[in-house]
């Protein structure tokens, strides 16, 4: 087994003021690789890092009732001196993009359907906007949930 793999970024998909979210390539999968926009030299300021913490606590102990979740799956954490890094499944393009259109009110329902199944296992969602869900033409997912 390959103790290393090289994910082709293709470009940024979006982010904030401390973290950035790259589409990318591992292989033929897509991918979505979110990590800190930068570290400072012993800062304490980890927020990918911080935020894989969060996941862990609050996801599911059981398997079957976490990957049911309308949530990325979450490849894994790799941490590095120059940037923490969170890989996880391409889920689609932002939900905001098809609230405007012929689908929009069904995709409102779907976001928050998909809201409540994370309340249904005890996950409260931070920062709840339509910003933080994306859609892949099928199933509406929430990112940046913690």
């Not at 790259?22 to 012993?42: A, C, D, P, Q």
């Not at 304490?44 to 059981?62: Q, T």
């Not at 079957?64 to 689609?92: N, Q, W």
Request: glycine share 8%; aromatic share 6%.
């Amino acid at each position: 087994m390959p103790s290393t793999a090289q994910v082709d970024l293709v470009g940024e998909i979006g982010g904030g003021d401390i973290t950035a979210a790259w589409r990318g390539y591992l292989g033929t999968t897509s991918v979505v690789l979110k990590m800190n926009r930068f570290i400072e030299e012993h800062s304490e300021n980890r927020a990918v890092l911080d935020e894989w913490r969060r996941l862990s606590a609050r996801l599911p102990g059981d398997i079957k009732r976490a990957t049911a979740l309308p949530i990325p799956t979450y490849h894994g954490l790799f941490v590095r001196e120059e940037a923490d890094m969170i890989l996880m499944s391409d889920c689609g393009d932002p939900l905001e993009a098809y609230l405007d259109d012929e689908q929009g009110e069904e995709l409102s329902v779907a976001y928050e359907q998909a809201l409540n199944a994370l309340r249904d296992v005890g996950i409260e969602p931070e920062d709840v906007a339509p910003r933080n869900a994306v859609y892949d033409g099928h199933v509406v997912r929430i990112i940046d949930f913690v």
